[in-house]
């Protein structure tokens, strides 16, 4: 991306409108508590997932006089079914891991109140126990007394306010993910295997896992007299693999641990609150409606070439810098790539992930990905080409080429800049959804940013004239191969959620971005240029990456008075602001040279100062500590300069 950001501002071609789907208004919220004692101690206490007896019972007490109505599994299913209507203010209670207060503090109050619940039990650990054994469990070894016992779940079953599900027996834990020796959530994660040196088949994680969740079903229904009908999955961690797992095992309802509604049109992957801490009543109240909000981004955009080192162990003290700055920055996220540029040129030869059909340059992605999630915090963002792929097979890469007319009318490849593949041919798409399917399933993260590869110029593509050509997402056939540079946007949307769709198969809650080059945002008739189009994109992505790069975009007279321009642009269009990034740049790639620390503060305070709320600069060195650090934490950071607080979530 280093050189062709200098290369493409000279082309290219825009977007029509491809609207997002608009999900069906949520109907329902659910609340995940864990253990219940005496003495919860808030925030300090070493099992932060505790809450106290006596906030539980404000809780339910507030629900009952605030027209509140706890529901069943029985209710959940049925309003799915069509059987019944849900009441207003429905909320599933659920509460997790089988511990003893289910039994000694929860229970009790269940009954009290009338309220139905779900509780899942993780069956091994009622096995262990019950033979001697101890449990390790946040931060403290429990015995059998630490957990409820098989006869005290099938009384709670047999009263008709508890359901048990299943926690599965054996995957609250971690399996061995990357060669580098990270633990990750079991169900949805491959293992690897080190002795062989390899991953574990897709065949053999599905009998892994569904041995394991039938052995479940099994105790559950042999202690409880009721094989369990859903499945809360440790860690709220799933796919839809998974998913079809369980749901052949006869669990048709699943449970995550992601924040918001829930609505009555699907039983999987449901939303839950979770509840840390011991929170106060008031912010119980204030969370438990789950109001939908757009998450503020704090962000750097990091070139993960950086970080690779052949050397394994300048490799990881590379990964060490950049986990020091990103810490020390105080942001919500990174952008990461996830394919190999080391000649920036933009296309992607070899990527940081195994997958079927570049070269791996280092099983990297993965572990970085995990590393900055658990050690700092942030949401990580897989940053990836949606067409600049460079094939290992000279010819297939001809074959499936964006082209355009050379000078003697015949079609040629159109490599110019980005060499990329055509978004109308069916092998094409096949090829890229799997490099996203193949993605999702070896790393955990939490979007995507398209690079800004993806456009299509005045003369391209002529692809979409071959007779296997058809529209992205589609098997429709192209009538009329004469795309106007509004339906050549809309292909390219189509294409980008066409491969996210794949990605998603184990990566559910991925949210989308897509760089767009600021010009856009000034000037609409610039989609015949760019393939970009404001309202598309934010019709389409979650967020849109704006280049907010002066230098890059030669701008005459004063930067800040065209940063502020480009916010009123933003602020045109409805929600534009909530859903924009502006991303400055930390370089000025013409002059090979970088820019004042001090600069890029002043320009990210001036922008909120105009309203802009997500920020975020590319690119970052973080080996040798440029932007230097102290300005960019003043001007970047969520704790250093006035931003919106995020409503409750």
């Known amino acids: 991306m280093r050189c062709r950001l200098l290369l493409l501002l000279s082309l290219l071609a825009t977007c029509g409108a491809a609207g997002a789907a ?299 810098a950049l986990l020091e700055r990103v810490q020390a920055l105080s942001i919500t996220t990174v952008y990461l790539q996830a394919f190999a540029d080391p000649d920036g040129d933009g296309t ?65 490849p159109a490599d110019a800049d980005y060499r990329r593949l055509s978004p109308f041919l069916p092998s094409a798409r096949q090829l890229v959804a799997e490099i996203y399917a193949d993605l999702g399933r070896h790393a955990h993260f939490a979007g995507i940013l398209f690079h800004d590869d993806a456009y299509l110029a005045a003369d391209e593509d002529l692809a979409a004239c071959a007779p296997a050509a058809s529209w992205p997402g589609s098997e429709r056939p192209i009538e009329d191969c004469r795309l106007s540079p509004a339906q050549k946007t809309a292909a390219l949307v189509d294409f980008s959620l066409e491969v996210t769709a794949q990605a998603r198969r184990y990566r559910p809650a991925l949210r989308t971005a897509r760089n767009m080059y600021a010009r856009v945002a000034i000037d609409p008739s610039s989609e015949a240029r760019f393939s970009q189009s404001m309202p598309a994109f934010l019709a389409a992505y979650d967020y849109t990456a704006l280049m907010a790069m002066p230098y890059l975009e030669e701008v005459a007279g004063e930067h800040p008075a065209w940063l502020r321009m480009l916010v009123a642009q933003v602020a045109r269009h409805p929600a534009g602001l909530d859903r924009t990034v502006f991303k400055l740049q930390a370089k000025d790639w013409r002059r090979d040279k970088w820019l004042p620390a001090e600069e890029l503060r002043d320009h990210f305070q001036l922008l909120v100062r105009a309203g802009a709320l997500n920020l975020a600069y590319y690119p970052d060195d973080f080996i040798l500590g440029r932007p230097a650090l102290e300005p960019l934490f003043q001007g970047l950071s969520i704790r250093s300069f006035p931003y919106r607080k995020e409503q409750p979530r």
């Not at 006596?54 to 599994?73: H, I, K, M, Y």
């Open 348 to 412: 992607a030869a070899a990527l940081y992930f195994p997958n079927r059909h570049l070269p791996m340059r280092a099983d990297l992605f993965n572990r970085v990905a995990w590393q900055l999630r658990t050690r700092t915090g942030v949401e990580v963002y897989a940053w990836m080409p949606l067409l600049a792929f460079d094939l290992p097979d000279t010819d297939r890469a001809l074959a499936l080429s964006v082209l355009r007319a050379g000078q003697d009318g015949t079609a040629e």
């Open 22 to 320: 608009v999900a069906a208004e949520p109907a329902w919220v659910s609340v995940a508590w864990h253990d219940v004692k005496d003495d919860a101690a808030g925030h300090v206490d070493r099992d932060r997932y505790t809450v106290g007896t006596t906030q539980l019972a404000e809780q339910f007490d507030w629900l009952r006089t605030n027209g509140w109505t706890p529901v069943s599994l029985d209710d959940i299913i049925a309003a799915r079914q069509g059987r019944r209507a849900l009441p207003d203010k429905a909320v599933l209670l659920t509460f997790d891991d089988g511990l003893a207060s289910l039994y000694t503090h929860v229970f009790p109050l269940l009954k009290a109140y009338g309220y139905p619940a779900v509780a899942s039990v993780v069956s091994s650990w009622q096995e262990r126990v019950a033979a001697g054994e101890t449990i390790a469990y946040e931060g403290a070894e429990r015995d059998a007394t630490g957990f409820a016992t098989w006869a005290q779940l099938r009384e709670m079953a047999a009263s008709g306010l508890v359901e048990i599900a299943s926690h599965s027996h054996d995957l609250h834990r971690g399996v061995l993910a990357n060669p580098q020796g990270n633990q990750q959530p079991a169900a949805s994660s491959l293992e690897y295997l080190p002795a062989p040196g390899r991953y574990e088949t897709e065949a053999e994680w599905r009998a892994r896992v569904r041995d394991d969740l039938a052995r479940s079903v099994a105790l559950i229904e042999q202690h409880t007299g009721r094989a369990p009908r859903a499945i809360v999955w440790p860690y709220g961690e799933y796919h839809s693999e998974a998913e079809a797992v369980a749901a052949g095992l006869g669990m048709e309802v699943s449970l995550g641990l992601t924040n918001g509604r829930n609505g009555v049109h699907r039983l999987n992957g449901l939303h839950r609150l979770l509840l840390t801490g011991n929170p106060a009543l008031a912010e119980f109240v204030a969370n438990l409606p789950q109001i939908p909000s757009q998450r503020i981004q704090r962000a750097v955009h990091v070139d993960l070439d950086y970080v690779y080192d052949p050397d394994p162990a300048q490799q990881e003290r590379n990964l060490d």
